[in-house]
């Protein structure tokens, strides 16, 4: 296993250059209430609708949630759609958006109409010119590319066939990286991989592959069969052949290939899916990572992006969740830190009904004691949080030689527990802030203190909430524990 937390602090130092096919992607769910009586068709009953960065742009979306940064330069329209685009893509922090805007076509725009209940979609209604550049647009294009080309560490071509990578802005792009040492990565269109020649990366679909190569592509062994000839005629040095359910292939020119299954996931959406594999390649490889490795990250990353609806773009703790196992996870996915957001968790609780308890406390040495309030704690409610006073609180209230163990190594402790489920980090001297956010339906502390005296009674009650005093195991206290630990009591 490799370590995903030195790749992920390697991919937030790096850059990708980003050039391809723009377009705004419109999404409106409802329900399907009938067949209409003019034709023989399913009626949508609208409900909402969505508007995303797609194509291109989701990569860039996609490379930079996924921590990285991004030089994007794209193609748009002098309309609506055009516009709406541009400011959104002002508004991604870590996405520098280079835009050439061609009047003399429309902004590549889809609008889906989804089932929300069955989360098919029913139709698409494309607006788009799906013609190459002109000749002056090309070149306005190679002019935002290349004096950016040295500010990056890997490039990505993603090609949606609806103009940007004309064989003149292909060749002009992939001759300067090699120049530079760039490696390239291609999310081809073309069945013509020729015109790729020289990329490092090209990232096919199975379709798209067998087109390409004119083979069935069926099998690991048909598709790496096929992957040679294709390589020699593309000079390019892997293909990785994306197979939906049937997971990934990936052929390197010298060695063996690789295929890694699909994650069991519940599918929701296939839009862009394509792009996150893009992505989570360009930035696993831009770290420094091998073949196998950016492999496996593209293969999570998919794997998060068909379990979200619409045009969606991945997080690196999405992506830890899919490829770390459980016993990895499950003190790490537990662990807020100090500052950190509440608002999410609480939210998806809240939205099924889950009632929320909370206790807290340094736990700097855990024992029976401990182990008892936070079992009691958990009876008492359906999702427990424990507020964990950070090392410069501990010391504060405990003094000099305190706390034993950081907050971090305290953290993982608790978060080990199945009666725990999220441990919250604190700065200050009490929780009231935490209960304030918060506000549990039970507050949960030991039986040496009274009511009056636990901090935070008082608003929870006001929300409706009970404060519940669990009796304490006599003999156990951690002061007492580390005094006799130093030899400083009996």
Same mark, same amino acid.
């Given at each position: 296993?490799?370590?995903?937390?030195?790749?992920?602090?390697?991919?937030?130092?790096?850059?990708?250059?980003?050039?391809?096919?723009?377009?705004?992607?419109?999404?409106?769910?409802?329900?399907?209430?009938? *067949?209409? #009586?003019?034709?023989?068709? #399913?009626? *949508?009953?609208?409900? =909402?609708?969505?508007? +995303?960065?797609?194509?291109?742009? +989701?990569?860039?979306?996609?490379?930079?949630?996924?921590?990285?940064?991004? *030089?994007?330069?794209?193609?748009?329209?002098?309309?609506?759609?055009?516009?709406?685009?541009?400011?959104?893509?002002?508004?991604?922090?870590?996405?520098?958006?280079?835009?050439?805007? $061609?009047?003399?076509? #429309?902004? &590549?725009?889809?609008?889906?109409?989804?089932?929300?209940?069955?989360?098919?979609?029913?139709? %698409?209604?494309?607006?788009?010119?799906?013609?190459?550049?002109?000749?002056?647009?090309?070149?306005?294009?190679?002019?935002?590319?290349?004096? %950016?080309?040295?500010?990056?560490?890997?490039?990505?071509?993603?090609?949606?066939?609806?103009?940007?990578?004309?064989?003149?802005?292909?060749?002009?792009?992939?001759?300067? @990286?090699?120049?530079?040492?760039? =490696?390239?990565?291609?999310?081809?269109?073309?069945?013509?991989?020729?015109?790729? %020649? /020289?990329?490092?990366?090209?990232?096919?679909?199975?379709?798209?592959?067998?087109?390409?190569?004119?083979?069935?592509?069926?099998?690991? +062994?048909?598709?790496?069969?096929?992957? /040679?000839?294709?390589? !020699?005629?593309? $000079?390019?040095?892997?293909?990785?052949?994306? !197979?939906?359910?049937?997971?990934?292939?990936?052929?390197?020119?010298? /060695?063996?290939?690789?295929?890694?299954?699909?994650?069991?996931?519940?599918?929701?959406?296939?839009?862009?899916?394509?792009?996150?594999?893009?992505?989570?390649?360009?930035?696993?490889?831009?770290?420094?990572?091998?073949?196998?490795?950016?492999?496996?990250?593209? +293969?999570?990353?998919?794997?998060?992006?068909?379990?979200?609806?619409? &045009?969606?773009?991945?997080?690196? @703790?999405?992506?830890?969740?899919?490829?770390? #196992?459980?016993?990895?996870? @499950?003190?790490?996915?537990?662990?807020?830190?100090? /500052?950190?957001?509440?608002?999410?968790?609480?939210?998806?609780?809240?939205?099924?009904?889950?009632?929320?308890?909370?206790?807290?406390?340094?736990?700097?040495?855990?024992?029976?004691?401990?182990?008892?309030?936070?079992?009691?704690?958990?009876?008492?409610?359906?999702?427990?949080?424990?507020?964990?006073?950070?090392?410069?609180?501990?010391?504060?209230?405990?003094?000099?030689?305190?706390?034993? !163990?950081?907050?971090?190594?305290?953290?993982?402790v608790l978060a080990a527990l199945e009666a725990v489920d999220l441990v919250v980090i604190f700065e200050e001297d009490t929780p009231i802030g935490l209960i304030t956010a918060i506000k549990p339906s039970v507050l949960v502390k030991g039986g040496d203190y009274s009511r009056d005296q636990v901090v935070g009674h008082e608003i929870v009650e006001a929300e409706g909430g009970e404060v519940l005093l669990v009796d304490v195991l006599p003999g156990f206290s951690t002061t007492s524990l580390v005094n006799r630990a130093r030899g400083d009591g009996a």
């Amino acid at each position: 296993m490799f370590d995903f937390e030195a790749l992920s602090h390697a991919i937030a130092s790096r850059t990708v250059l980003c050039v391809g096919d723009l377009m705004l992607d419109e999404f409106v769910y409802g329900e399907v209430s009938r *067949i209409s #009586p003019e034709a023989p068709a #399913p009626v *949508i009953a609208v409900q =909402r609708s969505e508007i +995303n960065i797609g194509g291109a742009g +989701n990569v860039a979306r996609n490379i930079a949630s996924l921590g990285a940064r991004c *030089i994007f330069v794209g193609l748009i329209g002098d309309d609506d759609a055009g516009a709406t685009l541009k400011s959104a893509l002002s508004q991604e922090g870590k996405i520098e958006s280079v835009l050439v805007c $061609d009047p003399s076509r #429309p902004t &590549t725009r889809k609008v889906r109409f989804v089932s929300e209940h069955f989360s098919t979609h029913m139709l %698409r209604a494309d607006w788009e010119l799906a013609q190459p550049a002109a000749a002056d647009v090309e070149q306005k294009l190679i002019d935002a590319i290349l004096p %950016r080309l040295a500010r990056a560490d890997i490039v990505l071509l993603s090609d949606y066939a609806k103009g940007v990578l004309t064989a003149r802005v292909i060749r002009n792009l992939i001759d300067a @990286a090699r120049k530079l040492g760039k =490696r390239v990565i291609v999310d081809p269109k073309s069945a013509n991989f020729a015109i790729y %020649r /020289g990329a490092t990366l090209l990232t096919p679909n199975r379709k798209e592959f067998a087109e390409a190569t004119r083979s069935r592509a069926d099998t690991e +062994n048909s598709i790496a069969e096929a992957a /040679g000839e294709a390589m !020699q005629l593309a $000079d390019c040095e892997a293909i990785l052949v994306t !197979q939906s359910e049937h997971g990934m292939t990936l052929v390197p020119r010298n /060695g063996e290939a690789i295929h890694v299954p699909a994650h069991p996931v519940k599918v929701r959406d296939v839009s862009g899916a394509g792009d996150t594999v893009a992505a989570a390649l360009a930035v696993t490889l831009a770290a420094g990572a091998d073949w196998e490795t950016a492999l496996r990250m593209a +293969n999570a990353a998919a794997a998060v992006a068909v379990g979200k609806k619409g &045009t969606a773009s991945v997080t690196p @703790a999405e992506l830890r969740r899919k490829i770390l #196992p459980p016993a990895f996870l @499950a003190a790490e996915e537990k662990i807020v830190a100090a /500052g950190g957001g509440l608002d999410a968790q609480l939210s998806d609780w809240r939205k099924q009904g889950l009632r929320v308890g909370f206790t807290n406390g340094c736990f700097d040495i855990l024992h029976p004691g401990h182990v008892k309030v936070l079992t009691a704690a958990r009876a008492a409610c359906d999702r427990l949080i424990v507020g964990l006073n950070s090392d410069a609180s501990v010391k504060r209230l405990k003094g000099e030689g305190r706390p034993v !163990q950081d907050e971090r190594a305290r953290a993982e402790v608790l978060a080990a527990l199945e009666a725990v489920d999220l441990v919250v980090i604190f700065e200050e001297d009490t929780p009231i802030g935490l209960i304030t956010a918060i506000k549990p339906s039970v507050l949960v502390k030991g039986g040496d203190y009274s009511r009056d005296q636990v901090v935070g009674h008082e608003i929870v009650e006001a929300e409706g909430g009970e404060v519940l005093l669990v009796d304490v195991l006599p003999g156990f206290s951690t002061t007492s524990l580390v005094n006799r630990a130093r030899g400083d009591g009996a």
